[in-house]
């Protein structure tokens, strides 16, 4: 009889060895044996005694499983947290901005609010465009009076500046998932904004 254990890395849920790994055994190793996992490790019994080759070919199977199964919690993983920076950012456009600055005015950034300034301040210098214009902020407890086209351009540009700049802070938490090697590297990226 022959008995190879095979200690689970960090995270146990990274791989299956109850499962998919007994095929790649099975098709590296014809004949009989036995899977048996704890949460710490994972036996594989043989009813005869491997050679050194064939226990070479078993750990070189049993660590190909592992890092492909590790490999796909990682891929999961990562395409979990790219969606939460998504809702993160979502919220935090949704949220709005202050206009002006320090004034405590909240003005919207729903996609509605987005298309209706970008028309605006396109057409800010059209004679047709009568001022002041009014815009009510986000929960209509106050408004504010954007007095010339200079005033909507202002407007514009702190809108679209407060969407890009919250975009760009997914991204940058993006660009480490992307850059991430490791289940705890994945793990270590906080989204403290």
């Known amino acids: 009889m022959s008995e190879h254990t095979y200690q689970r890395s960090e995270v146990a ?20 044996f036995g899977v048996a996992c704890s949460a710490e490790s ?38 979990r947290r790219m969606v939460e920076i998504d809702e993160r950012t979502r919220e935090l456009i949704e949220n709005g901005f202050e206009f002006p600055p320090a004034s405590g005015n909240i003005f919207s950034l729903s996609r509605e609010f987005q298309l209706m300034l970008a028309g605006l301040n396109q057409e800010r210098e059209a004679p047709e465009v009568v001022y002041p214009i009014d815009w009510n902020t986000a929960d209509d407890s106050a408004k504010i009076s954007l007095a010339n086209a200079d005033m909507v351009r202002s407007f514009y540009l702190l809108a679209v500046g407060t969407v890009r700049a919250r975009r760009d802070s997914g991204t940058t938490l993006k660009d480490q998932v ?16």
Do not use: H
């Open 178 to 193: 992307r850059a991430a090697t490791t289940v705890a590297e994945v793990q270590a990226i906080i989204d403290n904004r």
């Open 13 to 32: 849920c990274g791989w299956d060895l109850d499962s998919g790994v007994a095929t790649d055994i099975q098709a590296a190793l014809p004949g009989a």
């Open 42 to 79: 994972v036996s594989v019994s043989f009813a005869d005694e491997l050679t050194p080759e064939q226990v070479a070919t078993l750990d070189a199977t049993v660590e190909a499983y592992r890092l492909a199964a590790e490999s796909r919690l990682l891929a999961r993983l990562k395409g």
